[in-house]
């Protein structure tokens, strides 16, 4: 049955009827107003179109304007960061014109098929007109963010290499910032020089990896025109490369010339070995040759061996002078050994020296007894007063003056006292050879009681000075392993505080900081202590200095776990403020969507009197049951950021529920 009141109704079959007042179907008066129908109906298809096309039309000029305030790579990083994360935003909604142009399509179709042949044209030109534009949007979107994007790779791979560099820059500094460690022989050096070629080799090569970085930092800028990539950035990368450069340069050069001396002084050495070693087989054929040369032949041949020796006393001299030069460059030990070879030479030349004299004397026998009682009296008097001269000085430098010494200085007094120590020991062949010299006066008649006297007095100096140096010492590496206990226990002291803060429920993040960086000084100092391994064992000896390294490496372990927890407690404290701002910045948008959406349903509530009416109507439900889809999608989104926080589950809830009572009340109506 139709649905009637007075006038026009609409039958069951969509066919539209006149009837007259009271209700009654007049049989042959029924006018089908079909073309009416019709012509609404195109009316209103034409109009969804043109009403399609306009809203698309200024959601694209939209978006191009969007693309044209961000397509620009000038600025600094943040400020290319943020285009560039508007353009990927921009780039999303690609998809969303993409609809819109389908959605059009179909109004275009609709109202082609129901429009005359005179409104086509009109249709298919701004069906054109729109095409010519999403297009022209789609290439801009593409363009602009590629484009954006490419300098943001560019910029990071350059940053990247420019790290690398620094961190090179940095590494170098370190190696070549500490003085030159000083070495215990002639292969050491060599050794160490051959080092330093490499380094110097390296940085040298490093010259071509900078060009390319300067030439990639004005290709940037030229670009980007950031100051992070101006010339003043690129020439302060050279002038830091330069500076490496000159150092490793320096350090080559100055190697050369330590290297070099020692050489020279090591063949010099060997000469005067070779020279020492004829010397003495002459002066062994002398005294082998006890019957066939007559006492004269032998005396002059002695003579001749005595000047030699005298000459080469001179050499060793000179030997001596060269060695205190390239002592200065070598480790103390090294130098120990350079002076011990040395006092050999010494000795075997003062032996070759006595025997030659000793044989002489024999030759000479009593008439020359006074004359060589005199000599030796005189050298020996000479020989106390130059071993009481060394040892005033000796003991003059021993003075450590006054006021607190610095670990340093403890360690310079500590090197002077075993240096004079070193002195010291070496002085005893003088002493001894002062005792040998006072025991030949023995064999004469003449009163050496004054000799003797002077001799004892020297002896006396000597054992005072020594036990002076040795008790000095001892004070000195005294005070050297309290300095290097003090770390480990400051260390000890600090550790319960540290697991405590660790312990705490919800830490302040401004503790934990300070806790890391006082974690980084123990690094610092330990680290120090386990680089002074050869000082250690100097001072403390191998066995405590091992057993002392080894509580070094403990602790150093020790304070990397704490560490580690520190940096681990920091991390998630970091994350809980990162994740309560992230919460908040997406549950506000949900919200007011929410609100718009309640805000739709509302007006749509509202029954409509007529077909075409209820059809609107329900394609708004339907657009209204999309958004609220889209919301749930949204919302499952945001729901991962809630964790174990409380406060945001309950909006979350009280959110969903509201969301939830929207749905039924759309299914409702």
């Known amino acids: 049955m139709p649905v ?70 000038k600025g600094p990083r943040s400020a290319l960061e943020a285009r560039l994360r508007e353009t990927e935003k921009i780039r999303a909604l690609e998809p969303e014109g993409s609809l819109k142009m389908d959605l059009i399509l179909v109004k275009a179709d609709a109202a082609l098929r129901s429009i005359s042949e005179d409104k086509k044209h009109e249709v298919l030109s701004k069906l054109k007109d729109i095409k010519a534009l999403w297009e022209e949007t789609a290439i801009y979107i593409t363009h602009c963010h590629s484009r954006i994007e490419w300098v943001w790779l560019h910029w990071s791979e350059y940053l990247k290499a420019q790290d690398e560099f620094y961190a090179w820059i940095h590494n170098m500094r370190v190696t070549l910032e500490p003085d030159i460690e000083l070495q215990l022989g002639l292969k050491e050096k060599q050794w160490q020089l051959s080092h330093a070629q490499v380094l110097l080799n390296d940085v040298l090569n490093q010259s ?20 992070s990539v101006d010339e003043d950035v690129q020439k302060k990368m050279r002038v830091e490369y330069e500076g490496i450069r000159e150092e490793a340069q320096s350090r080559v050069k100055l190697l050369e010339k330590i ?123 000479a020989d106390v007063q130059e071993l009481k001269k060394d040892l005033q000085r000796l003991e003059n430098d021993l003075d450590p003056g006054e006021g607190e010494k610095t670990e340093d200085e ?19 062949s003088k002493v001894e050879r002062l005792k040998a010299q006072l025991k030949e006066l023995l064999r004469f008649s003449q009163d050496v009681q004054p000799h003797a006297e002077s001799v004892v007095s020297a002896i006396q100096q000597y054992q005072s000075v020594r036990g002076k140096t040795s008790k000095m010492s001892t004070d000195t590496e005294t005070q050297l392993r309290r300095l290097f206990q003090n770390p480990l226990q400051d260390f000890e002291q600090w550790k319960p505080s540290v697991q405590m803060l660790l312990e705490t429920p919800e830490p302040a993040l401004a503790h934990i900081e300070a806790a890391l960086a006082e974690s980084s000084q123990f690094k610092e100092k330990l680290m ?45 404290l970091q994350n809980l403020i990162s994740q309560h701002k992230d919460f908040d910045a997406g549950f506000a948008p949900l919200q007011k969507k929410l609100s718009a959406i309640k805000a739709k349903l509302d007006l749509e509530k509202e029954p409509r009197p007529d077909l075409l009416g209820k059809k609107t109507q329900l394609q708004r439900f339907q657009m209204i049951q999309d958004d609220l889809a889209e919301l749930a999608i949204q919302m499952e989104e945001v729901e991962k950021l809630v964790q174990s926080n409380t406060t945001h589950r309950h909006e979350m809830n009280q959110l969903s529920s509201d969301a939830q009572a929207l749905k039924r009340s759309l299914e409702v109506t």
Request: glycine share 4%; hydrophobic share 35%; with cysteine.
């Open 4 to 73: 009637c009141g007075m006038g026009v109704c609409v039958s069951g079959f969509g066919q539209k009827i006149l009837v007259l007042k009271g209700g009654q179907n007049v049989s042959g008066v029924v006018f089908i107003l079909d073309d009416a129908f019709s012509n609404a109906m195109t009316q209103q298809l034409q109009d969804e179109f043109d009403s399609s096309v306009e809203n698309a039309e200024a959601w694209m000029k939209a978006i191009q304007e969007r693309l044209r305030i961000n397509d620009n790579t």
């Open 208 to 227: 071509v990896l900078l060009e390319r970085l300067l030439e990639e930092a004005a290709s940037l800028f030229s670009r980007i025109g950031d100051p």
């Open 259 to 381: 290297t070099k001396e020692h050489e020279r002084y090591s063949a010099n050495v060997d000469q005067f070995q070779s020279w020492l070693n004829g010397v003495t087989e002459r002066l062994n054929c002398c005294l082998r040759e006890a019957t066939k040369s007559s006492a004269e032949d032998k005396l002059k041949a002695l003579k001749e061996i005595a000047k030699n020796i005298r000459s080469g006393r001179k050499k060793w001299k000179h030997l001596e002078n060269e060695c205190a030069e390239v002592i200065q460059n070598t480790s103390p030990l090294g130098a120990e050994r350079m002076k011990d070879e040395l006092e050999e030479l010494r000795k075997a030349l003062e032996k070759l020296k006595l025997l030659s004299g000793e044989e002489e004397e024999r030759l000479l026998k009593i008439q020359q007894s006074e004359s060589a009682y005199e000599s030796q009296a005189r050298q020996l008097e």
């Open 410 to 428: 403890f360690v310079t007094l500590w090197r002077k006292y075993n240096a004079t120590r070193a002195v010291l020991a070496a002085e005893e």
């Open 528 to 572: 120090t202590l386990q680089l002074k391994k050869d000082l250690l064992n100097n001072i403390l000896g191998e066995e405590k200095a091992k057993s002392f390294l080894q509580e070094v490496a403990e602790a150093s372990k020790e304070r990397e776990i704490l560490h580690k927890s520190l940096l681990q407690n920091k991390s998630k």
